[in-house]
């Protein structure tokens, strides 16, 4: 009989011993393409060499904050004191240094309050719909169209002038494009295979909700969150601006800024460092902000 043909596996065997190539996940893809962004990488660099010296600085400087010189006041900028004294002869320098602290910290905070406010009531209103829905959404339109920046003075001239209110009337006021967003990004989620296998399953919604919807709305989550915080940061400047934010002789950037204004024909360095580093960190929020938004951007290409 003539022998069997061999089969094809036999002439070709299968190679074994190479390993096997692991694919990459969409955070470890998305970390890729924001280091190719030349200008999310700077922004992302710039903030932490500014939140580092925010923080540290002040401990290396022999000057407080509200230290006061009153033979050196409105000194121009030395070796002395860096970036000049203001009006009670306090240094500039280490002002900055902590308004940068406050206003980096006012920016984190308030947006912390509208993040958990957005997502939960976003979220909410996007997984039940139906009337809950309309209502939830008719509240937002309302919202809307109240004047915010009226909204947050009526609170602070209600309820008292301090940093932890700051906070939070900042945040309660930002927190409705977030809701909007989540909520838009919930019902187009909550429609896919495995939210329904999760309910087949007899999750309870709140489990769907939070460990099975939101992880995957992150992104969207996560690049407005970017774009949220130097938007809170100008309206605290704009605040302080008009004397209703951060009280002496505590300082912000905003508190800075009005204080250069009103003497920049006469020293105009203190307006143009607080103006230079609060531009220059807005402008590094957004950098990031339009960097993760390519990023996290799964119709990117992959490379």
Partial sequence: MPAASPSPLAIHPSPV???????????????????????????MGTLVIVAIACLVGPFFSPYGYEQQELNNTFAAPSWQHWLGTDQLGRDLFVRLLYGGRVSLGVGLCATFVALTIGVAYGAISGFFGGKLDAVMM?????????PFTIFVILLMVFFGRNIILLFVAIGAVEWLTMARI????????????FVEAARSLGFGRRRIIFRHILPNILGPIIVYTTLTIPAVMLLEAFLSFLGLGVQPPMSSWGVLIKDGAEKMEEYPWLLQFPAAIFSLTLLSLNFLGDGLRDALDVRSSKD
């Fill in 17 to 43: 011993g190479e390993p096997i190539e692991k694919g990459n996940s969409l955070w470890h893809d998305a970390w890729l393409r924001l280091r190719k962004n030349q200008l999310a990488v700077f922004g």
């Fill in 138 to 146: 008719r509240a937002v339109d309302i919202m809307y169209s109240l």
């Fill in 182 to 193: 989540v909520r838009s990004q919930v019902m187009a989620v909550k429609k896919m295979e």
